[in-house]
């Protein structure tokens, strides 16, 4: 039966579409309360006292936390910084001061405003290029240097004090490259880009219940992205055993590396435990946009020594990650954005310095494509432009500059399944390459432009499941993956179905619940489907083992000469002489039926090991689980007098390894796609002067709507299959791939129809026709 | 948590006479599209709501000799495809299909819009582009005031306590010499417009403006009319000359709209002088087609 390759339908679709699927925001539990953050108005401030008597004393409030009522310890994934509720400073506006639990969510509203603190004010700093001099003007972390930290950073004669991450690589002979180029007349090109303010404006706001049990164990329902990295963060939060912590993820509504912690989970327990009540947090889309984490800024310096014949020999990189208060899910992004710095192509020498920095607005957290879709942006729009300059056919350069199968990047990952010249090629045809852009009439005009890209899977890493078999011969998977609307669920479903040869409809997923389902990472870094697919494939044949055990005897027949699929097991190459699962299950004396053997339960854990990099040169040896490829294509339409960009044509060629589920791979290229076109183009948090975001609604957050897409007929999947050695059936991750290439791809088309190059995102109209102006003032004719 | 009474009144009296009792703590509520959101976020704490949701008679829409009444009630989506009956309200008619969205349309009154008066709105533009009036009704008699003198201010009107507004005037004008047209531009569908310009224009049949209005939205308080612009145009041969782009670049030039976070000074400045000068195309081209 191959289950696995075909479009099965969602396993979680009827559900979702009947309104039936329960997500955080449908728990109700006996005797629950509500919860509200009191939150600071202030960028920078010094908190000199919180007076909670008025909002305690208010009727329907049953507790009012601060900072007093936790223990006193700071939190953080690598670089532990930041406390639950602030301590004695507050480093951006929105930052958690306090929290009411209450009878209802207005009653605790209304508290939080009687809630008094007294700041003193002081100076904010936005500036990520002052926020790393040596001396800025404002330094966030007094204590930085007696923070606990899990990561080491690049040595520095002497550390900025903003600064909370270094990291370098230095490859090969960079002073030789740019000698070389000089010396043979080839070309230096140097550029800065920027990416701007992004947040991932899930459907589904923050959020979670808590309930303490009277043995003290806490139980939160969050819909995040990680069942343990919640868990241990509440522990670590609540200072509490990470097995007094059950943490269960309902459906998620959406997560994109935004509900990696469950910060106002905590709160909600902290509140719960001190009021005897469970207690719900739902944020508001307010404050769901301008106080969760968001894909902050990068600024990147890139200078490029490119040959006569257009042949890139020499890269060096400046990038500074523009950090909010926390360095927070933002941690490893200087470290893993420079990816795609070497990205597909073969570089003899390359030289990064890469930061990040606290400045006083919102923290850097994770979005789809974790710092690889930003130095996209300065990469694959650097590499049009080298092609410009170099007269080259922008496809056929990236070509002659590609990596081959078994090479290794300037940063020692293997070029392995290596398709970026299958998915360059099939993008090119699709968005008819060669073919220029139809002209339109002024003040319109139409150009084409493509990028590459490609997205690490992060390492080291776990993935452990379960396989009960039942006697029905059906199958129960025990998985803590979380299905964030991606499909993972579907995908785990049609493997267990494939491998034991059963209808989709005979498999049960255990969704996760650290108190049953055992450890997986994380639903990121598009690893699901690669190391949970590998795990779940490694518990079913565990579980068939067990069963062709439990079968030989009866089949009087070596175990190993036993196959299990259908529901039966019977010995290879004579299948008449078989016998049904439900055989191996006797009849106990109180009517239930166990197997022989008491249970079969397959289990396995796949991992994927990696060397630390050198943070002083960034080599090491396989630093990743994969690598997986892709690239797009865009048609544009720009009109110069409003700067409106339309995309006419939009084409995704991502290679999957093994497309699981081809629907589902279709839908991560249109849904990535659609994402991309609005961080390129539209989305843009705004701050004022005081470090507020003064567009934190979706009125003002321009999330494009279907109208902003191109038509049907116009937006194009194709699916490439390079199988990976190590990826189950051969397959790679889909999540984040399809984001990275977007920007450039739609920057490198707006050059094409109209000769400007805008180089800060998003490409705004407003931006498109200042550019536009600047250049016929500067005379350059009309470029199209 | 919002705590006030809420009334439903089936008469246009009924509800002046509610008006009228309750002073400035009561508010008049129509399709609430406006309204929740002044609610939600705590910007006003009426005593009493008062619906006009079961006021009969505010939902007609009639033409007579001196032009089309629209009665407040009137929604947004069925503004959508009336100027197949009263061709006199073509540009409102279009302008509204792109106001907002299908949901928001369905509930939105034509009453509701105005009496917003969103700096960005573009039906106010259209009606102020259209000399259209609107009737004020109170428990103490009627008046009826133009769109210029109604709109007084971002998010202000004339309307007196105790006043409602039943209907809508727009003056007829002769069809075969004369157009109105509205251009907008908006960030992402259904958005507030950027900068929207409303234009009429008569024309004799040698091309020479007669008549003509430009009207500019969200780059002031209210709805502005382009006199510069206008000057430029009246009483001249307008067709197949630089007309229409000359008067762009005056309206851009007597603009001095704030910057917001999406759109700065300068930017809408720009959008100002594109909009005039497509709007007016697009009016001409309708006048004399
Ligand atoms: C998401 C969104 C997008 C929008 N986009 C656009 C757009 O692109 N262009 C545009 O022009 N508009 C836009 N609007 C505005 C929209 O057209 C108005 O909000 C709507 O028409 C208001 O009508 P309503 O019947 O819902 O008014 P309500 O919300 O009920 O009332 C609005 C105001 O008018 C008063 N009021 C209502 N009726 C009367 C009356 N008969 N007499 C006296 N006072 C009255 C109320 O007291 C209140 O102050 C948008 C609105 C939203 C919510």
């Known amino acids: 039966m191959n289950v696995v390759g075909t479009s099965a339908k969602r396993i979680d679709g009827i559900e979702k579409v009947t309104g039936s699927a329960e997500f955080t925001t449908d728990i109700v539990l006996p005797r629950m309360i509500h919860a509200k953050v009191k939150r600071s108005p202030f960028a920078h401030a010094r908190i000199l006292g919180i007076d909670t008597s008025k909002a305690e004393q208010m009727p329907g409030v049953r507790a009012v936390i601060t900072a007093a009522d936790l223990p006193d310890i700071r939190l953080g994934i690598l670089t532990l910084d930041e406390h639950l509720l602030a301590h004695d400073k507050t480093r951006l506006v929105g930052e958690p001061v306090a929290a009411v639990a209450a009878d209802t969510p207005e009653i605790a509203r209304s508290a939080c405003e009687q809630i008094e603190v007294e700041y003193e004010e002081l100076p904010p700093l936005f500036d990520p290029e002052e926020a790393i001099r040596l001396d800025p003007p404002v330094v966030l972390h007094e204590e930085y240097e007696e923070y606990e930290k899990l990561l080491e950073i690049a040595e520095m004669d002497e550390r900025p004090p903003n600064l909370w991450q270094a990291y370098r690589i230095r490859h090969g002979d960079i002073d030789a490259a740019f000698k070389q180029v000089e010396d043979e007349g080839g070309h230096i090109i140097e550029n800065r880009y920027a990416t701007g303010y992004v947040h991932t404006a899930c459907m589904e706001p923050h959020g979670a219940v808590a309930q303490w049990s009277s043995d003290g164990t806490l139980t939160l329902w969050a819909g995040g992205q990680s069942p343990y990295i919640a868990r241990d963060g509440l522990a670590k939060a609540l200072d509490l055993s990470p097995s007094k912590v059950r943490v269960i993820v309902p459906f998620v509504g959406g997560a994109f590396g935004g509900k990696l912690t469950v910060k106002e989970g905590a709160i909600a327990a902290a509140l719960a435990r001190k009021a005897r009540r469970p207690v719900k947090i739902i944020l508001t889309r307010a404050e769901d946009l301008s106080a969760t984490a968001a894909r902050t800024p990068f600024i990147f310096d890139i200078k490029d020594a490119v040959t006569k014949e257009g042949i890139l020999i020499g890269r060096k990189v400046t990038s500074i990650l523009w950090g909010g208060g926390y360095s927070g899910e933002g941690i490893l992004k200087p470290i893993f954005s420079t990816h795609l710095y070497p990205g597909s192509y073969r570089l003899a020498a390359l030289w990064v310095d890469s930061y990040g920095v606290y400045t006083n607005r919102v923290s850097g957290g994770a979005l789809r494509g974790y710092g690889c879709a930003e130095s996209a942006w300065a990469v694959e729009t650097q590499m049009d432009i080298i092609a410009r300059e170099c007269d080259i056919d922008a496809v056929e350069l990236r070509i002659n500059n590609l990596l081959t199968e078994g090479e290794r990047t300037a940063i020692t990952m293997p070029a392995h399944a290596f398709s970026a010249h299958e998915c360059l090629t099939k993008c090119a045809d699709a968005i008819e390459w060669e073919t220029p852009s139809e002209s339109l009439e002024h003040p319109w005009y139409r150009g084409k432009g493509i990028a590459l890209g490609n997205k690490y899977s992060f390492a080291p890493t776990a993935s452990s499941t379960e396989l009960k078999v039942h006697e029905d011969a059906s199958c129960e998977l025990r998985t803590s993956a979380v299905d964030l609307g991606q499909g993972a669920y579907t995908i785990l479903t049609q493997i267990v179905a494939d491998e034991f040869g059963i209808e989709i409809d005979q498999v049960k997923l255990v969704t996760p619940d650290t108190a049953i389902t055992p450890f997986d990472h994380v639903a990121g870094s598009s690893r699901q489907t690669f190391h949970t697919g590998n795990a779940t494939r490694m518990a079913c044949d565990d579980a068939k083992r067990q069963i062709r055990e439990l079968a030989a005897p009866k089949l009087e027949a070596d175990p190993d000469d036993l196959d299990v699929s259908g529901g039966r097991i019977f010995v290879k190459g004579s299948p008449e002489r078989s016998i049904e699962v439900e055989d191996l299950f006797v009849v106990e004396m109180l009517a239930g039926k166990r197997p022989a053997d008491v249970e079969v339960i397959g289990k396995a854990t796949w991992e994927v090991t990696a060397s630390p990099h050198d943070p002083n040169t960034g080599q090491g040896e396989e630093p990743m689980a994969y690598m997986g490829h892709g690239a797009q294509a865009a048609e544009v339409e720009v009109n110069v007098e409003t700067g409106q960009v339309r995309i006419r044509k939009f084409v995704s060629a991502i290679d999957v390894g093994k497309a699981m589920n081809p629907q589902g791979v279709e839908m991560q290229n249109y849904g990535g796609g659609c994402m991309g076109i609005g961080i390129a183009l539209h989305e843009d948090m705004c701050f004022d002067a005081s470090g507020e975001m003064t567009n934190a609604s979706l009125m003002d957050y321009k999330i494009p709507s279907i109208a902003e897409m191109p038509l049907n007929e116009y937006m194009e999947s194709i699916i490439v299959e390079v199988p990976h050695q190590h990826g189950p059936y051969g397959a790679k991750g889909a999540g984040e791939i399809v984001v990275v290439p977007t920007s450039p791809a739609i920057g490198n088309a707006i050059y094409d129809a109209i000769g400007v190059r805008i180089w800060d995102q998003p490409l705004t109209p407003e931006k498109v026709v200042k550019a536009w102006k600047e250049k016929k003032a500067a005379g350059n004719g009309s470029g199209a | ?289």
């Open chain 2, 1 to 289: 948590m919002i705590d006030c009474h809420y009334l439903e009144p089936t008469t246009v009296s009924e509800a002046c006479a509610l008006l009228a009792e309750h002073g400035d703590g009561a508010k008049v509520v129509a399709g609430g599209q406006q309204m929740s959101l002044l609610l939600r976020n705590g910007l006003i704490q009426p005593s009493h709501l008062i619906s006009i949701q079961h006021v009969s008679g505010l939902e007609d829409i009639a033409e007579s000799a001196d032009g089309v009444t629209i009665g407040a009630k009137v929604t947004l989506n069925r503004l959508i495809g009336v100027d197949n009956a009263h061709p006199t309200l073509r540009a409102l008619s279009r302008a509204v299909e792109d106001v907002a969205d299908q949901q928001i349309r369905n509930f939105a009154t034509l009453g509701g819009a105005i009496c917003e008066a969103h700096p960005a709105s573009d039906i106010n533009v259209v009606l102020s582009t259209l000399n259209a009036s609107v009737k004020l009704v109170s428990a103490s008699g009627e008046r009826v005031v133009s769109i210029d003198d109604f709109v007084t201010d971002a998010f202000a009107t004339a309307v007196r306590p105790g006043e409602l507004l039943t209907e809508v005037v727009v003056p007829s004008f002769d069809l075969t010499s004369a157009a109105a047209a509205y251009r907008r531009f908006v960030l992402r569908a259904g958005d507030y417009s950027v900068v929207g310009v409303g234009t009429f224009v008569s024309l004799d049949g040698a091309g020479s403006c007669q008549d003509v209005r430009i009207v500019v939205g969200n780059c002031s308080g209210t709805p502005a009319q382009a006199q510069e612009a206008e000057g430029r145009l009246k009483g001249h041969n307008i067709v197949g000359n630089n007309a229409l782009a000359d008067a762009g670049d005056l309206a851009a030039a007597h603009v001095a709209p704030s910057g917001d976070p999406m759109a700065s000074s300068e930017y809408k400045i720009d959008l100002v002088n594109v909009l005039t000068r497509e709007a007016l195309a697009e009016a001409v081209a309708l006048a004399t087609g």
